[in-house]
T-cell receptor, first 116, second 114 residues
Framework: NAGVTQTPKFQVLKTGQSMTLQCAQD?????MSWYRQDPGMGLRLIHY???????DQGEVPNGYNVSRSTTEDFPLRLLSAAPSQTSVYFC???????????????FGEGSWLTVV | AQSVTQPDIHITVSEGASLELRCNYS??????LFWYVQSPGQGLQLLLK??????LVQGIKGFEAEFKRSQSSFNLRKPSVHWSDAAEYFC????????????FGTGTRLKVLA
């Protein structure tokens, strides 16, 4: 049971470069999301999706794009990387958008991104 | 607006000592509350969650948490800490209806002295 899989685990980018963080889950979860974790700030929601073809913005969406073409995959795109996007990124999913508030969120192991 | 406050950024305890990590929330109704643990270099793992009913919730790894509505608190406790408990701990509140957004606290980093 793979759960939530993120790739790559580590990445160094130059300012202005683009890249995609991949996220896949094999639990048939409706809900998927991306968080970034910065020291002293906890986890902040970037974008989320409640199903294939449906995405919405979270707390800190600027500089990031997402799409959800399948239930399993939810990639996060950085179009033009900036040093402020240096962070640890977590993909997370949960089973259903019904009774959403009580669902357990399952997290990937994180992607460490450095923008120089 | 919903919010979660973890007032302690760092806590240091000796191995074998008891532990209490504080969490206060702001929410308009009975909340869904969670505690997650993050070991270094890893993702977050659910320790326990509270929906309703018994206000003392048991979790994995010997942790428990008590929901106190009057104090808007959901503190995490463990009677005897092990060195392997050194990690960062996050309190979270489930989303209000229709928003699909969990709110996480800023975390408490636990250090365990041998």
């Amino acid at each position: 049971n793979a759960g939530v899989t993120q790739t790559p685990k580590f990445q160094v980018l130059k300012t202005g470069q683009s890249m995609t963080l991949q996220c896949a889950q094999d639990m048939n979860h409706e809900y998927m999301s991306w968080y970034r974790q910065d020291p002293g700030m906890g986890l902040r929601l970037i974008h989320y999706s409640v199903g294939a073809g449906i995405t919405d913005q979270g707390e800190v969406p600027n500089g990031y794009n997402v799409s959800r073409s399948t239930t399993e995959d939810f990639p996060l795109r950085l179009l033009s990387a900036a040093p402020s996007q240096t962070s640890v990124y977590f993909c997370a999913s949960s089973y259903s958008v019904d009774s959403f508030s009580g669902n357990t969120i399952y997290f990937g192991e994180g992607s460490w991104l450095t923008v120089v | 607006a919903q919010s979660v406050t973890q007032p302690d950024i760092h806590i240091t305890v000796s191995e074998g000592a008891s532990l209490e990590l504080r969490c206060n929330y702001s929410y308009g109704a009975t909340p869904y509350l969670f505690w997650y643990v993050q070991s270094p270099g890893q993702g977050l793992q659910l320790l326990l969650k509270y929906f309703s009913g018994d206000t003392l919730v048991q979790g994995i790894k010997g942790f428990e948490a008590e929901f106190k509505r009057s104090q808007s608190s959901f503190n995490l406790r463990k009677p005897s800490v092990h060195w392997s408990d050194a990690a960062e701990y996050f309190c979270a509140v489930g989303a209000t209806s229709g928003t699909y957004k969990y709110i996480f606290g800023t975390g408490t980093r636990l250090k365990v002295l041998a």
